[in-house]
């Protein structure tokens, strides 16, 4: 039904051929990532071997042929494991047979959703943050409602950066190479049997670039790749590492997305029905369209925009000037200058990319290109709405801010991956058979007001169990790796206590996200640690390698670590990912959220930690500014301050009244059988209020009601 069926039909034959009969289902279910977000599906493949499938990053296909044989054959003579393998299968089965969902696409004519990254799986390394993680949850909720879509990216051959931590809370940064024959992914090929491949003019050089399948469930995921012999160095390493450092090489991979993946539908025969662009990478596109329409119609320039433009739709991320790059003329042609020329005048691809396109002398930035050649713009928060009309107004000359042709579709969260563990058991009980496929409708939610106290209450106990027992042991590795005293390393096996109020800050570090707000004023962190009701934190995140200012925010936080009574109830994790977010949405009480208003367009860690029954303590900024309506959580002012120094000593302090005042007072107070009625009502309120409106569910059909039709 779509490009690389064949070739993904002959990589699970060649797979299942290794393994003993009784397992040769898992091939078919190792290269369909369906697997993560399925009930059991994880454990099926770490039941085979705990060990290897640790080592091999949770990648099912190392897994399946990495394991020592012994082991599988143990494994076919289980008849359980063997009945669970069957039952996965014909979930699969069963979830691919079901009929596509009819309206604006179809499998003919897909949805294309074009994005620079993709956070599906820990063991697909092509994602580095919020950006990446929301389009992965795109992909897999299209697959849930059969929404016929495909996913355009790039095969990043070395990924993000691994992170580690010096024992001064200096980052450091290094790279591990992937090989995608490793990865349940496929190469593409023609009817020929030769890799299908195209190519991009860039920097005098026809990059050729070849494509991989990843399937998201019953979405293909096409992967562009460039690390090809035919390439020069430096047309490979332009596939290599996901936000490159170097500029002119994220211009030249802006042009394989963007020129490259619309070749790549048309050689693949996919013609879709519309492409979304998720932020501006893939912007360069529109000039391959443009090229095409004239080409095939005859059209001149004005009449083929305006034909290209009734098929891109754009979703803008962030306010902040990093996410918006912008790029010098001479940037822009010596990498560019042959794309310019598809569409015959230079001047038009730098004017397109500048707000006033009159001005030579302006820079061009990709966000402004996609935005004015889409005939739909949506920022990702009702917020957010308000801050990208008035940051872009000067873009739509006589239109008043309310004017501004922005609307907002408010981000949403895959429920089926972000919520795990013992509060997935429990509403999985009370909200009755199939109700992930009804988790937009607020009804579903109801009978989490019946859910007895003390069992909402042992279900969050139980969470932080498992959530304190992981930060012992990685904590433990992380200290023993940095060559802490013994002493330290030995406190956070011992100190973090699952009874503790838990509190968590883990996101993307730059400096906006004030990370800095919790040691801001050290002397109250020390205290709420060491009180007589003491709490512990956790916190986990990465700075871009190139962002000085927000590694110095870890050292800060860092230099509390040797007060008295910190080494045992406050720990910074290593090397961030979506494994380690899982576990700590699932396990905090409550989630901190602090980002400088208005430079949060949305964030959506507050919203998995939601699922798992935390509670957020947030400014009113993104997505918490239409969320919180008093009962559901605590905020924090939301306003705009230029002297941000005054508002960071404000925020800090209110951060922690609230704190000490309200939350850790809440969290002590007990019945007769121990149970915090006050918290676990609170609890009731946020699963009930958050629940239906930040899933991905609401958000995709958001997408298809007010983007797509």
């Not at 009502?681 to 059909?701: D, I, K, N, V, W």
Request: net charge negative.
């Amino acid at each position: 039904m779509f490009a690389g069926d064949l070739d993904m039909t002959a990589a699970i034959a060649e797979l299942a051929k290794s393994l003993p009969e009784p397992l040769r289902p898992l091939a078919r279910i190792a290269f369909d990532y369906r697997w993560s977000w399925a009930v059991g599906g994880a454990a099926l493949f770490e039941a085979i071997d705990p060990e290897r499938w640790a080592r091999t990053g949770q990648n099912p296909r190392r897994l399946l042929t990495e394991t020592q044989r012994a082991l599988l054959e143990r494994a076919a003579a289980d008849t359980d494991f063997v009945d669970r393998v069957e039952r996965m299968r014909s979930e699969l089965e069963a979830d691919r047979a079901r009929p596509w969902l009819p309206g604006v696409a179809s499998p003919a004519h897909p949805i294309a959703f074009c994005c620079s990254e993709f956070g599906v799986h820990d063991s697909l390394p092509i994602y580095s943050g919020g950006l990446g993680v929301l389009a992965g949850d795109i992909l897999k909720e299209a697959s849930d409602l059969a929404l016929p879509m495909v996913g355009v990216g790039l095969l990043y051959r070395t990924g993000y950066f691994h992170q580690k931590i010096d024992v001064t809370g200096l980052q450091h940064e290094y790279w591990i190479d992937t090989d995608p024959d490793r990865l349940p992914c496929v190469k593409v090929t023609g009817i020929d049997g030769r890799p299908v491949t195209v190519s991009v003019p860039i920097h005098g050089e026809h990059v050729t670039v070849q494509v991989w399948r990843v399937d998201v469930g019953r979405v293909p995921l096409y992967l562009l790749d460039t690390d090809l012999p035919v390439n020069s160095q430096v047309g490979r390493w332009i596939t290599s590492r996901l936000y490159e450092g170097s500029r002119l090489i994220r211009l030249a991979q802006y042009a394989v997305l963007g020129v490259g993946g619309v070749r790549v539908l048309r050689a693949l025969g996919i013609e879709p029905a519309l492409y979304h662009l998720n932020e501006g990478h893939p912007a360069l596109g529109i000039f391959e369209m443009l090229a095409q329409v004239q080409a095939e119609t005859g059209k001149d320039i004005d009449q083929a925009w305006q034909q290209v433009r009734e098929k891109i739709v754009f979703t803008t991320h962030t306010p902040v000037p990093a996410g918006n790059e912008t790029y010098q003329r001479g940037e822009v042609l010596t990498m560019l200058g042959a794309i310019a020329d598809m569409v015959g005048h230079r001047e038009r691809l730098l004017s397109m990319g500048r707000v006033n396109p009159q001005d030579a002398n302006e820079a061009s930035s990709m966000t402004v290109l996609a935005m004015r050649s889409s005939r739909h713009v949506n920022a990702v928060s009702q917020r957010h709405g308000q801050v990208a009309r008035a940051m872009w107004q000067t873009l739509y000359p006589g239109r008043s801010v309310d004017e501004v042709p922005i609307s907002h579709v408010t981000n949403g969260v895959h429920v089926a991956t972000w919520l795990r563990g013992p509060m997935r058991e429990l509403l999985d009980r009370y909200l009755g058979p199939g109700w992930l496929s009804r988790a937009d409708q607020p009804e579903t939610w109801l009978p989490v007001q019946d859910i007895p106290a003390g069992e909402l209450w042992a279900a969050r106990c139980a969470a932080r169990k498992q959530l304190t027992d992981m930060i012992a042991r990685r904590g433990t590795s992380d200290r023993l790796r940095r060559g802490e005293p013994l002493d330290y390393v030995e406190a956070v096996s011992s100190g973090f206590d699952p009874d503790r109020l838990t509190i968590g800050f883990a996101r993307r570090l730059a400096t906006y996200k004030r990370l800095h707000l919790v040691a801001h004023l050290p002397e109250r962190a020390i205290a709420l640690i060491g009180g007589s009701h003491p709490v512990q934190f956790v916190f986990a995140g990465k700075a871009h390698p190139d962002d000085v200012a927000a590694k110095e925010v870890v050292r800060e936080v860092f230099r509390l670590k040797m007060a008295a009574g910190v080494a045992g109830r406050a720990a910074f994790l290593e090397d961030y990912d979506l494994t380690l977010a899982s576990q700590l949405v699932a396990g905090c009480d409550v989630w901190v959220n602090v980002p400088r208003p208005p430079n949060e367009a949305s964030g959506t860690s507050g919203m998995k930690s939601c699922l798992g029954g935390g509670l957020q303590l947030s400014v009113l900024d993104g997505w918490w500014a239409e969320a919180w309506d008093g009962t559901n959580g605590w905020a924090i002012s939301g306003e705009i301050d230029g002297d941000t120094q005054a508002q960071d000593q404000r925020h800090a302090h209110a951060m922690f009244d609230l704190l000490e005042q309200e939350i850790v007072p809440m969290f002590h107070e007990r019945d007769a059988s121990g149970v915090p009625q006050r918290w676990v009502e609170m609890m009731r309120r946020s699963l009930q209020t958050h629940g239906p409106r930040f899933s991905a569910t609401r958000m995709l059909r958001d997408y298809l009601a007010q983007v797509y039709s």
